[in-house]
């Protein structure tokens, strides 16, 4: 099997319960590495051979617009591992004169999440009752729609030219308060608002601070940036979880 490009979107740690250290470097930096060794270009294929997607933790106690790619300062197993991963990929494409790309994603949401985050939970509740425990949602993220995620992924990996520094952002370069975002599902999934108990919980301790993420690099080499509304986000996830529920509730 000689593929002409290789899109890496393997990981562990995002979950919680992920907490075994060997596991996280197994999957998050020796699979990068061994990738890194052993893909090969196809001579009629000019863009990208390995896309790896790395994660904004890895920037960690990091601030400002993440332009420098490696100006990194971790402080979680996920970031630590990931952050390996990603110097192994540069390292590696370096050495070995091979066109490969780090992007880094941000707070990825729609279909096909976890359900222990934050949509999946919203949606559940939706179909109960009684009150929804939060943080305070002050703390702002850059809220990424999973379509523009493939989108950036495909366009990085047509990118003809060798990228020199090795990674970027995939993100929407706006800054949102997780409150508003709540707020927003909340009025898409049919949620009285009253229900959302806004700093019963408290904010995590990783909560990273930072300025809006610069997308400069992005939009240099594919011409694009993400474009899907939270709101657009959101109902095409409710969307996709009405047809996915109709289908559960006809095959019982």
């Known amino acids: 099997l000689r593929p002409a490009i290789v899109f890496n979107l393997a990981g562990y740690g995002v979950d919680p319960s992920e907490r075994d250290e060997a596991l996280a470097l197994r999957l998050n930096r020796d699979l990068v590495a061994e990738l890194a060794e052993h893909v090969a270009p196809d001579r009629e294929w000019r863009g990208q051979v390995l896309v790896h997607t790395g994660s904004a933790l890895e920037f960690g106690e990091q601030s400002g617009d993440f332009s420098d790619p490696w100006k990194c300062n971790p402080t979680t ?117 009253a229900r959302l108990r806004f700093g019963v919980l408290p904010t995590r301790v990783e909560e990273m601070q930072h300025d809006p993420v610069s997308t400069t690099r992005l939009e240099a080499l594919t011409n694009w940036k993400p474009t899907t509304t939270i709101a657009q986000g959101l109902r095409e996830t409710a969307a996709f979880a009405r047809v996915n529920q109709a289908d559960d509730d006809g095959e019982g």
């Open 77 to 193: 197993l996920y970031g630590r591992s990931k952050l390996a991963g990603s110097e192994a990929l540069r390292d590696l494409s370096v050495q070995r004169g091979l066109k490969a790309i780090c992007a880094r994603l941000y707070t990825v949401y729609g279909p096909g999440e976890h359900s222990t985050r934050l949509v999946p939970t919203l949606l559940a509740a939706a179909r109960t009752q009684g009150e929804i425990p939060l943080t305070a949602g002050l703390q702002k993220r850059d809220f990424l729609y999973v379509s523009d995620v493939a989108h950036g992924l495909l366009r990085l990996g047509a990118v003809h030219e060798p990228i020199p520094e090795r990674a970027l952002n995939i993100a929407t370069g706006r800054l949102t308060t997780v409150r508003f975002f709540v707020e927003t599902a909340a009025a898409t999934f049919g949620i009285d608002p």
